[in-house]
């Protein structure tokens, strides 16, 4: 089943049963799911009156602030810029005030990324633009805004030879998503727009204050009144066009540009531009969000919007794999600090609902998605306490739930699990701590509907990803240190296309002695992956997330195995295999098969 909805996924991305191009917009009238790059205008989607889905899924991502970069005969240098915010939000499609209605327009308006400065001078690079995402239901002419995910600040430099990183767009948190206004400048541009181009949410001003070049995106363009994207109007390096836009970089000074955002980002001087916040109509009771920071980046890229028409909630049962009728319980219903986790007999309470969360490998809580799973005091020992917290990003609150072995691992230490305590002997109360990984240990066993498992590691030999099923990935050479690790036709009599799952580690099944291994051990985007003599470092040790269905790093679980387009630009014969940001793309999503 999970093969057949695997497909039916994919089939959606590729076929839009009707494509209606308007001024300005591309009105797509049917799609399951559908993603928007940036182009520099805003795109229309209609809500399926017919639709028999539940929930949809709402994605936006910011533009990253440029970059700023020199080179001459003594130097040679780059700094990054801050990267958009990450914001997802599921709505629940319906006829009830606060659905999202079928037949209804959303409209999606992508940030750019702000101009980076490549020459020598001392001024900024341009902050990204904001993403937004608007809402008219159907029936009427009234626009209301749903979420945006703030820009990042562009990077700075001064004529001192100080090197500035932007700042990102900041994480969302309900409750700070800001005024709405244009950002700060200390001068007449560099600020980021704000949300809106009315009395209350406006452009930057004129002045000393606020930026006055970077515009909102509400008012203006094509619909006078929509909302429809702005860019800056300085003469420095470019903001990105957004919602709102992105600051310039002041061509005479040494300003860098804020990010757009509800909120635009101050420009920061020479010190680097603030990224845009970000925000979420909570009036629209989102069944659950979740906003990420995403750090710096020297090269920038524009954001990016989706959606996804699901039958699915994001909140799962995790029951214990011994005793179906036990689940993992927030004690008490309490959403302090410290409450403790244990095992209790199915209730179907929102105690016992999680959200999993492959983007920061969270799993938090439906009394509050503020609320994480957590490691007491951040320890890894043995018997450690497993606990609710305030979700703060730390790694004692990141998890990869395997399906080869059914476990939960720590993000602190990828070798430690969750463990029912005396789970199969007294399940009633149980409580959940942190153990060594024992993959044959019923207490470690977890249930997660819709994850992808196996039903017998052992027999599993074929690693196969999703774009190109008729392939499996392969050593080049064979049994050999060394050997390229990539994709060769599908072959049940191919010994170079075998594998054993021994723990963590994927070796040959006919020469266990050799391991697929993370070149030099870096995670660095791109980097190679080859087969290699076993030798027990983490750069042989591999995590199949089943929730996710990729392949993740134990040097960075954050960090993916992908596969590339061969020479013939097709995913197929000769597609190689490396390292990657993990991004939940089709590239990154593999089947474990016999």
């Known amino acids: 089943m999970k093969d057949k909805n695997n497909f039916f996924k994919r089939f959606s991305r590729i076929v839009s049963i009707l494509v209606l191009f308007c001024y300005g917009s591309t009105v797509q009238l049917f799609a399951q799911q559908t993603t928007f790059q940036y182009e520099g205008q805003y795109h ?60 209804s327009t959303l409209r999606f308006i992508v940030g750019g990324s702000g101009e980076s ?123 990105g066009w957004g919602f709102g836009a992105g600051g310039d970089g002041r061509a005479t000074a040494y300003f860098s540009g804020g990010g757009g955002g509800y909120t635009g980002g101050d420009d920061g001087g020479n010190a680097g531009g603030s990224g845009g916040t970000s925000f979420v109509n909570t009036s629209m009771v989102p069944l659950f969000v979740l906003g990420l920071e995403q750090g710096t980046t020297t090269s920038p890229a524009n954001g990016y919007a989706s959606l996804e028409l699901v039958d699915e909630s994001p909140y799962k049962s995790i029951r214990f794999a011994y005793n179906w009728l036990d689940c993992i319980h927030d004690y008490s219903n309490s959403t302090n600090n410290g409450t403790n986790i244990q095992l209790h007999n199915w209730m179907a309470t929102d105690a016992q609902w999680w959200a999993i969360s492959p983007e ?13 799973l957590d490691l007491s005091h951040g320890n890894t020992a043995n018997g450690t306490n497993i606990q609710l917290w305030d979700c703060n990003a730390d790694d004692a609150q990141h998890w990869v739930y395997n399906g080869l072995y059914k476990t939960i691992h720590s993000g602190k230490n990828s070798e430690k699990c969750f463990d029912a305590k005396d789970g199969t002997q007294n ?19 977890w249930n997660i509907s819709g994850a992808t498992t196996v039903s017998d590691v052992s027999n599993m030999k074929h690693i196969v990803p999703v774009l190109a099923t008729g392939f499996a990935v392969h050593s080049h050479t064979g049994a050999e240190s060394g050997s390229n690790i990539q994709l060769w036709t599908k072959d049940n009599t191919n010994t170079a296309e075998q594998w054993y799952f021994d723990g963590l580690a994927i070796k040959m ?24 003599s076993c030798n027990g470092t983490n750069a042989q040790k591999w995590l199949y997330d089943g929730i996710s269905q990729s392949i993740r790093s134990v040097v960075n679980p954050d960090k993916c195995m992908q596969i590339e387009k061969n020479t013939d630009g097709v995913y197929g ?18 089947l474990i098969q016999e």
């Open 117 to 239: 400065k490549l020459t020598a001078g001392s001024t900024g690079g341009g902050g990204g633009g904001g993403t937004g995402i608007a809402y008219k239901e159907v029936g009427t002419q009234k626009w209301t805004l749903l979420m945006v995910a703030g820009g990042g600040g562009g990077a700075g430099y001064d004529l001192l030879g100080g090197r500035y990183l932007g700042k990102p767009g900041p994480a969302y948190r309900q409750g700070e998503e800001g005024d709405g206004k244009g950002g700060e400048s200390g001068a007449d541009n560099g600020g980021g727009a704000g949300a809106f181009g009315d009395d209350i949410y406006r452009d930057g001003l004129v002045g000393t204050k606020y930026g006055k070049h970077a515009k909102a995106g509400w008012s203006g363009g094509p619909d006078a009144g929509e909302p429809t994207g702005g860019v800056c109007t300085g003469s420095g390096p470019q903001g």
């Open 44 to 103: 229309d989607y209609v809500i399926p009156l017919q639709t028999t889905r539940q929930y949809i899924l709402l994605t936006a991502v910011g533009g990253d602030g440029g970059r700023i970069q020199f080179k001459n005969s003594f130097e040679d240098f780059k700094v990054g810029g801050g990267r958009g915010a990450f914001l997802k939000a599921y709505f629940k499609i319906g006829n009830a005030s606060n659905n999202l209605k079928p037949g």
């Open 573 to 590: 014969k000769r597609s190689n295999v490396n390292i990657y940001d993990c991004n939940g793309s089709d590239a990154q999503q593999f």
């Open 509 to 532: 099944r006919d020469h266990q002695n050799l391991c697929i291994d993370l070149s030099q051990s870096s995670t660095s985007n791109g980097n190679n992956i080859q087969l290699y």
């Open 427 to 445: 399940p009633t109360n149980a409580n959940l701590q942190l153990w060594d990984c024992q993959y044959t240990n019923n207490n470690q066993k």
């Open 360 to 372: 920061d490998r969270t799993i938090r809580s439906k009394l509050n998605n503020a609320k994480c």
